[in-house]
């Protein structure tokens, strides 16, 4: 029975082919012809695919390519603002601070003995007033937040931190604590320490390694993530005495 379905495909395929093409010789389609007709349309089949995958990838880079244009547009003007360019005066953020352009992005540099006694990672008064404003300016912006702490190149002698790598991340999450009391939302913020390992200079001398122990609050290319929806609180229940 398998053998006569497969005579009547033959014969099938050949007859519409011939019915197709009536000038042409009449040629009996065989089962070699019918698997290499099979193989052209699993080729066809896949090559389109692929020609659709690669148009939708196409479309999402052009997408992806136009989105970090308009990041890079709104970084300008972001460093615009921070530089008093153009209407919009410059924030100010009082004595021991400046404003800088990183690699991350446009941000605040903040003096660490502004912020923070010697060997302490407990904000200072005058830090914390500092904080305020830099904090009144990032609540209006909707950029995702690095922040970052740095010491000189001085080995700790006295102190309770094992090394400027602890003592800087540990300042970093100070700010970022802080700034988190302000209002600033805490999932817009990330800290990092980079201790002595990224110098404002290599030269010595008490100025220089003043400058080095600093902490700064970067603006990142990255929109913070929406608000959560505050949850409704159901209403008290009101209990009537019986």
Known sequence: MKGLRWS??????????????????????TRDDYDQFM?????????????TSLTNENARLKLDLG??????????????????????AAPDFGPGTAVIMT?????????????????????RAEGEK???????FLQQQPNMLAINGYSD???????????????SGARALAVLEHLKKLGVAENRMHFAGYGQFDLITDAGGKEN????????IILLDEMAPAPAAAAKTPPAETVVPK
């Open 103 to 123: 690699k991350q992005g446009p941000g605040v540099r903040m003096d660490g003995d502004l912020l923070f006694n010697s060997g302490a990672a407990t904000l």
């Open 130 to 136: 500092t904080l305020k404003k830099v904090a009144e």
């Open 39 to 51: 193989r052209l349309e699993r080729l066809n089949t896949s090559q389109s695919q692929l020609i």
């Open 8 to 29: 009547f495909l033959l014969s099938a395929v050949g007859g519409a082919m011939l019915f197709a093409g009536c000038q042409a010789p009449f040629k009996m389609v």
């Open 67 to 88: 989105h970090k244009a308009e990041m890079v547009e709104a970084q300008k003007r972001l460093l615009e603002q921070l530089q008093g360019g153009g209407a919009v």
């Open 153 to 167: 190149s001085d080995p700790i002698k006295r102190s309770a931190w094992k090394s400027n790598f602890d003592l």
């Open 209 to 216: 390694k003043k400058a080095s122990r600093r902490a700064e």
